[in-house]
């Protein structure tokens, strides 16, 4: 299989990138939107994922991997919905802000900066690579 490659989106008030590391994983679960569900069945183990800090902050922060494929949200009330299991590699030197990746031409046509509500995203392998580059990494 090819990797694929991800961006995941979260409140820092709600669960910031200290906190998925003190953890050392998490189970991304209480996704409910139907684009970002499909997006985490097509996760596989070993897929880099970007994790990015929304709300006042607007930027990636770490380097994570996807631990666990798709299996049934805890959390949900019905059936279908899923969660991965993440887990920490490393932050990243530097944060890349929204402004700076709208003002990279590379990176304007990636998810995050068309679909911004979508908190599970699937990246082009140039632009993920971008994004590392942009950090310092």
Do not use: C
């Not at 929204?98 to 911004?116: D, N, T, Y």
């Amino acid at each position: 299989m090819t990797t694929q490659y991800w961006l995941v989106k979260q409140e820092p008030a709600d669960y910031a990138w200290a906190d998925f590391v003190r953890d050392g994983g998490t189970d991304w679960t209480g996704v409910r939107n139907f684009a970002a569900r499909l997006h985490l069945r097509g996760m596989l183990a070993g897929d880099p994922v970007l994790f990015y800090h929304s709300g006042a902050e607007k930027s990636v922060v770490g380097l994570a991997r996807v631990a666990r494929t798709a299996f049934p949200d805890p959390t949900a009330d019905e059936p279908g919905w899923v969660a991965v299991r993440l887990t920490p590699v490393r932050p990243l030197p530097e944060p890349v802000t929204l402004a700076a990746i709208k003002a990279e031409p590379s990176l304007r046509e990636i998810a995050l900066v068309r679909q911004s509500r979508l908190s599970v995203m699937p990246l082009p392998a140039a632009a993920f690579q971008r994004l590392l580059r942009l950090a310092g990494a």
